[in-house]
T-cell receptor, first 110, second 114 residues
Framework: DVKVTQSSRYLVKRTGEKVFLECVQDMDHENMFWYRQDPGLGLRLIYFSYDVKMKEKGDIPEGYSVSREKKERFSLILESASTNQTSMYLC?????????FGPGTRLTVL | AQSVAQPEDQVNVAEGNPLTVKCTYSVSGNPYLFWYVQYPNRGLQFLLKYITGDNLVKGSYGFEAEFNKSQTSFHLKKPSALVSDSALYFCAVSPVGNTGKLIFGQGTTLQVKP
């Protein structure tokens, strides 16, 4: 079974803090994705990565950056967290047209 | 702009009755189509996909979906609903040549009552 893990299920941070969300997949997939999920908006793509050190902006990259130094790990970085970044964050890896999702990190920014 | 629409925020159905969750899309070409399910406090789980071929696709947990090219729809169906099917369902589209990116609908909450 494909396993995608995320470092935290719940996270509470303060406005202005730098936040790191980590995602690890164990299947040597090249493509990885970060989404945020908000009620009534579905999932929106923040960033994705084709391979190590390769990244591309998704639909809502503002306020976020990413890092992919190793194939199995894709990190989402909030440089200076703001209250409008309170959301559920989902990571996924892709193999043959199918995306496999992690359990999500519910981030609250106070 | 490319988009996916799930016109119902919530669908209510009695256990044992058939269910339909609707999805329409506006994407050029012949996209790949997907359904995912999300149980409370969990990530998304893959249900089924349409790439090509037969318009009726069978997936996990007894779900199936019907692709209709002329109506650009991909409705999710199940002949007999279970209470355990209650969850949030997402339709998603991957435009051809779009490197695997998915465009999601806003989600439909399915409530199955005993």
């Amino acid at each position: 079974d494909v396993k995608v893990t995320q470092s935290s299920r719940y996270l509470v941070k303060r406005t202005g803090e730098k936040v790191f969300l980590e995602c690890v997949q164990d299947m040597d997939h090249e493509n990885m994705f970060w989404y945020r999920q908000d009620p009534g908006l579905g999932l929106r793509l923040i960033y994705f990565s084709y391979d190590v050190k390769m990244k591309e902006k998704g639909d809502i990259p503002e306020g976020y950056s990413v890092s992919r130094e190793k194939k199995e790990r894709f990190s989402l970085i909030l440089e200076s967290a703001s209250t409008n970044q309170t959301s559920m964050y989902l990571c996924a890896s892709r193999w043959k047209n199918e995306q496999f999702f992690g359990p999500g990190t519910r981030l609250t920014v106070l | 702009a490319q988009s996916v629409a799930q016109p119902e925020d919530q669908v209510n159905v009695a256990e044992g009755n058939p269910l339909t969750v609707k999805c329409t899309y506006s994407v050029s070409g012949n996209p790949y189509l997907f359904w995912y399910v999300q149980y409370p406090n969990r990530g998304l789980q893959f249900l089924l996909k349409y790439i090509t071929g037969d318009n009726l696709v069978k997936g996990s947990y007894g779900f199936e979906a019907e692709f209709n090219k002329s109506q650009t729809s991909f409705h999710l169906k199940k002949p007999s609903a279970l209470v355990s099917d209650s969850a949030l369902y997402f339709c998603a589209v991957s435009p051809v040549g779009n490197t695997g990116k998915l465009i999601f609908g806003q989600g439909t909450t399915l409530q199955v009552k005993p």
